[in-house]
């Protein structure tokens, strides 16, 4: 195997109960750490990523110029291990033969080291277990969309059950990047715009994977999402108000509601200090004044970043010493830095050994927690006993589709022929015809973290391990005879192509039109990591291509309905009054084209909201809804940065009515907490979800303030002709922010509370008198805005 790579070069068990090596068991940790050699120490901060490669597409940032140590398998472990990385996740492998493959990896870990330690194992787990056959999920953006934290959390659970059965025992996600430019090509990898959004979509998912057993990592701490222009890894320009009223946010409720154990920091820098160098962030923050206990990791070749693209560190000794200082506890993916250039510093008594122990305490604490350094662990993943394991069972199937059906959202929806475009007639729908550059592409379904499209793309001799039907296809199963035209890639399209999908557009009844993003990695896609874009046009000519294929509908009388699969939202404009009805969704998973055609058919209600803006041009401003007055339109610039569709906007076949709004009082203290209630009616004929959305405007603020944020949302489903009764429990807390003195402080004067269905709608204002000191909070302060959602019938 090449440089930085290893290979487990032995036969594994075929089933559980082999015996550990002999141990020193009845150890504390602390004595652990006492009787360790350095070597042995440094071997518990490190991973190794076993079967990667340094030739052939990459997977992470400059991986094949970030080989490690050029050492064998047995050499490296030869005083333990920290980490193993992604045994399931690197190529593809059969389950239960990476299962072997660990089992034996962790035989001789184990028997390496004199103590017995084997190696905490982690994999990917964004859009489900990123392994060959494990079930695809919708991304991240696309549970934003649901509002539906349960949903998440169940989700989350499942994949985490099957990571135990695996012997996994860390799992790098969720990400909690609040969308600051939608041109950054990992857009669709966060929940959204939001940070109380993603705080809580995040926490469910965290809260789910943590009850499973396993150690969830939150990444990327902190502003990576804010990255100059876009681009990955770009500088982040950003001070330290707007880092901590809007990228902190979600840490810090998915550390305290969410219970997670690990978090990864970010690849950037903000104003000239690189995260992983960043001891203000990584100790006096996160540990010092929010008490975090778990373990911080690098982002993949983060250390060595140091030295390689930032050039702050001379080399990797001193790249090593820096992050060390900083806080981080382990290096990933490989041994890089903290193998011999930490050991020659700390030999040498340019970096002190004192700070190794206090990061080994930490691993040694996690490895504790997770059973490793139990007498009875055993090697032997528990699936080996079962002697098989299916990792896209029908129940994930369901749940997938579930989630995806409730992430479609329906921008637009125009009336044809007399009734709305959608939902699509039923037995009435005479011609069918699906076209478009993803019409028939499965990979229209998939996240860049997605294994098929994050690993699987690489291997074209080896077939996808899920179904993932298409668009078209799911659309032949429940019609029968589509007419379809697959009118090239998201980035070429002929002449010709746009031809025959206008032919059809031009013969049906009904055209579906299926546009929007391939997701890959580092140009390998439209969307994802490393593929950032320049503008928010739609990639290629599907532009041209779908302007033509609406020009020839609208001649033909042909009710067209758009579909934009992407990983990113883009400007549609152009189109809004032109087809019948839009559908947004953001990678739904492998179930993803049956749920649309759920929604499209009416077999289920769209209740999807946007989790980010879609812009109305292409050169959309790099703003998002969460901005101050000044940054919205004025009569001081010509240009107009609103947005087509805004943050929270979702349609529905159904109506909703809202009444009997109140507030417990209008006034309480800075300490105090008031009660916001409405009623809510599903005054359509057909069942629905609604989202009641809470928002805050503080009008004159210490500093100055966003003109909406989110504080607070219940999703409720109603049934035709049936009420609920939602209240909202909003502590003062709430509206806290960083005032001038950069503490976060709750102040007196008024505060707007907007009940609303998306942040630039209006349902009912109310106006709250903030009364007693200003206050300072911090960590310990309310996070969450609870929410009650009580069924009753019209009477």
């Known amino acids: 195997m090449t440089s930085g790579a290893a290979e487990i070069e032995a036969h594994a068990p075929s089933a559980s109960g082999t015996q550990p090596p002999p141990a020193v068991e009845t150890l504390s940790i602390d004595e652990l750490v006492q009787q360790m050699t350095l070597e042995e120490k440094l071997a518990q901060l490190v991973g190794v990523w076993v079967n990667a490669s340094t030739e052939g597409d990459s997977v992470a940032p400059l991986q094949n110029e970030m080989a490690g140590e050029d050492r064998s398998w047995k050499e490296m472990i030869a005083s333990g291990l920290g980490q193993i990385t992604r045994m399931y996740g690197t190529v593809p492998v059969e389950p239960l033969e990476g299962a072997r493959r660990l089992a034996a990896a ?20 964004l859009a489900g277990l990123a392994a060959w056959k494990a079930t695809a999920f919708p991304v991240p953006l696309a549970w934003g969309a649901t509002f539906n934290p349960a949903l998440v959390r169940r989700m989350a659970g499942l994949i985490g059950g099957q990571m135990r059965a695996l012997g996994v025992h860390q799992g790098l996600a969720p990400v909690l990047d609040v969308v600051r430019d939608l041109r950054w090509g990992r857009v669709e990898e966060t929940i959204g715009e939001d940070p109380h959004l993603v705080g809580t979509v995040a926490s469910a998912y965290v809260s789910g994977l943590e009850a499973a057993g396993i150690v969830s990592t939150l990444k990327h701490f902190v502003g990576y999402s804010a990255s100059r222009a876009g681009r990955n890894h770009a500088p982040v320009s950003m001070g330290p108000r707007e880092v901590a009223d809007v990228m902190l946010p979600p ?18 820098d903000i104003d000239g200090v690189p995260a992983a160098a960043n001891r203000a962030l990584l100790t006096t923050l996160l540990r010092d004044e929010w008490g975090f206990a778990g373990t911080v990791v690098a982002d993949y070749f983060g250390v060595a970043f140091l030295d390689v693209t ?9 790249a090593a010493a820096l992050a060390l200082a900083a806080g981080v506890d382990v290096e990933l993916p490989t041994v890089n830095c903290y193998g011999k250039p930490l050991l020659e510093r700390i030999r040498s008594g340019e ?28 090697p032997a993943p528990p699936v080996l006993a079962a002697g098989s394991i299916d990792l896209d069972p029908a129940a994930n199937r369901e ?10 959202v329906l921008l637009t929806n125009r009336m044809h022929d007399g009734g709305p475009g959608l939902p699509l007639p039923g037995a009435a729908l005479a011609s069918l015809g699906v076209v478009g550059p993803l019409a028939e592409d499965p990979f229209a379904m998939l996240g860049c973290y997605s294994f098929d499209a994050h690993v699987g793309a690489s291997h074209p001799d080896v077939p996808m391990g899920i179904d993932v039907p298409t668009v078209a296809a799911a659309a032949a199963r429940r019609y ?17 192509q746009i031809a025959a999908a206008c032919a059809i557009a031009s013969s049906v009844d009904t055209c579906v039109i299926v546009v929007g993003d391939n997701a890959g990695l580092f140009g390998r896609g439209t969307s994802g990591e490393g593929n950032d874009a320049a503008d928010l046009r739609l990639p290629g000519d599907q532009h041209l291509m779908l302007d033509s294929v609406l020009a020839a509908a609208e001649d033909a009388g042909t009710r067209a309905v758009v579909v934009v699969l992407s990983g990113r939202p883009y400007a549609l404009g152009d189109f809004t009054e032109r087809a019948a009805a839009i559908v947004q969704g953001f990678f739904p998973g492998e179930e993803g084209a049956e749920a649309l055609w759920d929604v499209l058919s009416g077999a289920v209600n769209p209740s999807g909201k946007l ?16 901005h101050s007055r000044l940054a919205g339109p004025s009569g001081v610039s010509a240009l107009d940065p609103s947005p087509l569709f805004s943050f929270g906007h979702g349609l529905s076949y159904t109506s909703f009515e809202f009444s009997g709004h109140v507030s417990a009082a209008p006034a309480m203290s800075t300490s105090g907490s008031v009660t916001v209630a409405c009623t809510v009616t599903n005054s359509g004929s057909v069942d629905g ?19 909406r944020e989110l504080i607070g949302y219940a999703r409720v489903e109603l049934a035709a002709g049936a009420s609920a009764r939602v209240e909202f429990s909003v502590h003062a807390d709430r509206t806290s922010f960083t005032g001038l003195d950069l503490q976060r402080v709750v102040t007196p004067g008024l505060v707007k509370l907007h009940v609303a269905t998306s942040s630039s709608s209006e349902v009912h204002t109310h106006e709250i008198i903030l009364h007693g000191e200003r206050r300072v909070v911090g960590f310990e302060r309310e996070m969450l805005t609870p929410a009650t959602v009580t069924p009753h019938h019209l009477r």
């Open 611 to 626: 989790p980010v803006s879609v812009p109305r041009s292409s050169g959309g401003q790099p703003g998002t809804y969460l």
């Open 480 to 496: 029968g005879q589509v007419r379809t035209a697959a009118t090239g890639t998201c980035e070429a399209i002929g002449e010709e």
């Open 399 to 408: 749940l997938a589709r579930e989630i995806a059906a409730q992430s479609l």
């Open 106 to 125: 962790q035989q001789q870990v184990m028997a390496a080291s004199r103590f017995g330690i084997p190696a905490q194992v982690h994999e990917e787990c």
């Open 251 to 268: 840490f810090e409720m998915a550390l305290k509601h969410g219970g997670a154990r690990s978090v990864m920091h970010a690849y950037t």
């Open 689 to 707: 979800a609604e989202v009641v959305q809470l928002y805050l405007e503080d009008p004159v603020g210490e500093v100055v303030r966003p003109v």
């Open 351 to 378: 970096v002190s050994e004192s700070l190794v122990d206090t990061a080994l305490r930490r691993v040694l604490r996690q490895k504790q927690e997770a059973g490793l350094l139990s007498p009875g662990f055993d």
């Open 310 to 318: 930032h050039g702050i560190a001379a080399d990797a000794g001193e």
